[in-house]
Structures are given as C-alpha cells and as structure tokens.
C-alpha cells in the first residue's frame, strides 16, 4: 500500500446508493465502498463489514456514491479574466482577450489556478487536465505555477505543455506579444516533461504536449511536438474542429479540414485528443474512430460561444473515447463539470432527441470516459477493488433531489445537489460540500486581488 499524506487510513462509505461504472455497469441501491490507504478495496451491495479495525465509518444513508469526475479539458488561469466578450464569437473572444492574457505572470497564474480547481472539485472532479499556452517573457515559471496549486488543492493533474508560435505577423490570431519562439516552445516542453511527468500507476502529475490550434501554431510545430511527445511516451493535446472560423481558417491555407491538416502532421492516434471536434462531417467521425483518437467534449463552453454542437453520440456509436470538459472558465463561468454532464444529456437530445444521450452514459462520459481519454482506465473512472480511491459522495435526500426516482437522473437531470465527500488519492478534499485543502473565502479575495491586477495591467478596470 502506498503511503500517502493526509489519507485516512481505512474509510467505508456505508448505506449510499453505488454507481461503480465498472465493467457490468453494476449500481447497489443500498450498498457501501470500502477505501484502504489511497485504494478502493471493496464495493458491494449491503452493509459493510463492521469489524475493521481503525477505520471512519461514514453514514452515507440518502446518498449517491460515484466516481470522480474527470475533466479533460480545461485552461485554469482563465480564473480570472471571467466575464468579458460575453456575446462573441471565439475568435471575437480571443482577440479581447490575449492581450489581457498577456500580461499574466506566475502569482496571477498560481491564485487563478488554485481557485479554479477548488471550484472543480466542489463539482466533484477528482482529477483534471490543464491546457496552458500563454507565456508571457516575463511571467516567470508559469507551468511550475499550476502545479503547485493542483498539489496544494489536492486533484490528480494532467497539465499539458500549451504553445503558440504563429502571431498576427505570421498570419496567426493571437499577438506577437504573446507567442513563442518554436526553438524555446520545444525546449520549455521537454523541460516539462522531465520535471514533473510520472508514469506510476498511482501518479498525481503527468504531463502532456499541446500546441494549442490551427490558427496559433505553425505547421512545423505540431510536427515537431508530435515528435517529441512519441519519443517521451506522453499524450498529446490540442484544439481542433471548434468553429467554422477555423474551418475556413484551415481550407484558405492549408487547403483543407482541420483533421485533415493534423492528421498530415501526426496528430491524430490512440495517445491524441482533441478539445471540441465539433464540426466533424461523417467522413472525420470515421478519420477520428479509425486512428483512435480521443474527444473532449465541452458543451457549455460551445454553446457560451455559440460554436455549435458536438457529435457525441455519433462519435460514441463509432467508437471514439469521449470525456466531457469545462473549458477554460473564460468561455464557461459556470466551470463545473457536473453542469457538463447535464449540458451534455440536454445538447445531444435538442440536436437528435429524447433517445440520443442517457443520463448514465453522460455520467459515463465524465467519468470511465474521462479516465479512457487520459489513458488511465486502469487506475480511474470507476469503483472498484484495486482502483484508486477517487470517489464522488452526492446527498440526494435534500429538498432538490429527495424525490426523484432515479437517482442518477437526480444527479444529471436535478441542480448540481450537495457534495458531501471527495476523495481524491484516498486523501478527503471536499467535505460537506467545502473545499477542506483551502479557505475558501481567503481564496476568494485573493482571487479578486489577481483579477483586479490583471484587468488593470490591461487597462480593462
Ligand atoms: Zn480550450
């Protein structure tokens, strides 16, 4: 058994409702989850066994025991540039807002980041990836930044190395003033990658590699990054396929689809996702089932962006992994994953009705979709004997929720319930639906403090 600090040393959820997402798809309706250490060791129906020794029985009667979220897509520094550009496009968006971003350094980036996983954790995400790409040349350790608010919060973290090296100059969106030069983008990466990526089972950090779109990144980059990632044995991130601007983006220079022009450049593959894929005809649902490759999924922020819908349930019925993300809370001020998983029943259904998305395939999605997208479907996404202990405890008896029938409809379909306990590597982050690992109202100002600096920098405040 690993040790790890701050875990309890045995914890049984005891008389909650179980949706364990293993293989059978086995839900207990009155069953319990034992946790040794930072390991689940049993599930099952019934009452739990009473005579272990040391351990926290939790009273979990009218609860709903899951697996942690995962979040496959996300920008956390965009904590605190919320609530600008609210009725544009992306690329409108973007354009407001790069220069705000470029003036991040790695104070702004480490308060933004420790608000934004706090908040997902209080919708139940035990583990995140991060996709940043902005790094100013005097911001300081940007990446370094992140990480350590993802351990200070708790969250199992999947930070990806984001670049960009196509500026307004070049023919690219974003300003020169916030790209880098591809020589240091490689190097940065690989320092990444060296620094922090851990391939144990068990890893609370691992690092991808992710340029970050066709219209911010050249050509030879995606190449070379694609290279680097498959000598280092990481996964590879990017966006792609999220507005029809960028398909016209693509056709004008590349002469092409989006996922025609990366797959040219490596970019597409069983160890590839891809944020968004939204406009994807049939022919690129088919590119991107056959080379499996992976799909974050992020409805709220397509919407917020009015971008469009994604396929899910065609690329789901093609056999595509698909998870589920918030996006960067810039383009989802909501920021919680639970809400996507809602989002994503209701969007797959206004677009091909009442059939086209259950509510526990959503719930599937954001969880053993989530692990299968970061390849960690061993380890993640589901509560079983041997998996790590990352578990959701939703109270369901509540005035919101106490009457509703099914009690994962409760959960997808019924407002974002109480979080009553989450267990991240065995270790409790969120009790009685409160971050325990902060304080959260320190948090709070600390994270207007950084806006306001941020805002003012820009000269938006
Ligand atoms: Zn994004």
Known sequence: MTAVPGAETTTVLDGCTVVTMDGRRNEYP???????????????????????PDARYVDAAGCLATPGLVNTHHHLYQWVTRGLAVDDTLFGWLTTLYPVWGGMDADIV??????????????GCTTTTDHHYVF?????????????????????????????????????????NVVEERDEILAATQEAIDRYHDPAPDAMVRVAVAPCSPFSVTPELLSETAELSRRNGVLMHTHLAETLDEEDFCRERFGCSPVEYVQGLGWLGPDVWLAHAVHLDDSAVQTVARTGTGVAHCPSSNARLGAGICRARDLRDAGVRVGLGVDGAASNEASSLLEEVRHAVLFARARGGPQALTVRDALEMATLGGAQVLGREAEIGSLEPGKLADVALWRLDDLGHVDVVDPVAALVLGAPPPLDLLLVNGRTVVERNHVVTIEESVLAREVASASTTLLTRAGVK
């Open 30 to 52: 009155r069953g319990h989850v034992v946790i040794e250490g930072n390991r689940i060791t049993a599930v099952g129906e019934g009452a739990a066994p009473r005579d272990l």
């Open 110 to 123: 480490r308060t933004a980041a420790t608000g934004s996983l706090a908040w997902l954790a209080r919708s």
């Open 136 to 176: 100013p040349h005097d911001g300081g350790d940007l990446f370094a930044a992140e990480i350590e608010a993802a351990t200070r919060v708790g969250l199992r973290f999947h930070p990806c190395r984001g670049s960009m090296d196509l500026g307004q100059s070049k023919g690219g969106l974003p300003p020169d």
